[in-house]
């Protein structure tokens, strides 16, 4: 079992940056795919981005990149999204969410699922 925690949500200006960290407790991330989801209340949850453990390779939704970025500190056990030139389109709840397998991708099977961190970006 994996237990995901999200943190640094907030409320931030149009612009801004936020760096969302989701700490693993349970086993060591070194072999786990990696990802970060959102939800907007009455919209289905989104993609964000997604890293592999075998290469770090990543996987980003189009209207983020450029914009954020996702990485991932094994030793730590966690992951981070940094935020940069957020929009009020980002606004949402972020989800960590980890998958038993190499590629973390917006179709893979994910496993674990964090509760979210609430992101609000003001205009």
Not at 11 to 40: K, P
């Amino acid at each position: 079992q994996v237990q995901l925690v999200e943190s640094g949500g907030g409320l931030v200006q149009a612009g801004g940056s936020l760096r969302l960290s989701c700490a693993a407790s349970g086993r060591t991330i070194g072999r786990i795919a990696m990802a970060w989801f959102r939800q907007v209340p009455g919209q289905e949850r989104e993609f964000v981005a997604g890293i592999s453990w075998r290469d770090s390779s990543s996987y980003y939704e189009d209207s983020v990149k450029g914009r954020f970025t996702i990485s991932r500190d094994n030793i730590k056990n966690t992951v981070y999204l940094q935020m940069n030139s957020l929009k009020p389109d980002d606004t949402a709840v972020y989800y960590c969410a980890a998958a038993n397998t190499v590629i973390a991708g917006p179709k893979t099977m994910y496993n674990y699922w964090g509760q979210g961190t609430r992101v609000t970006v003001s205009s």
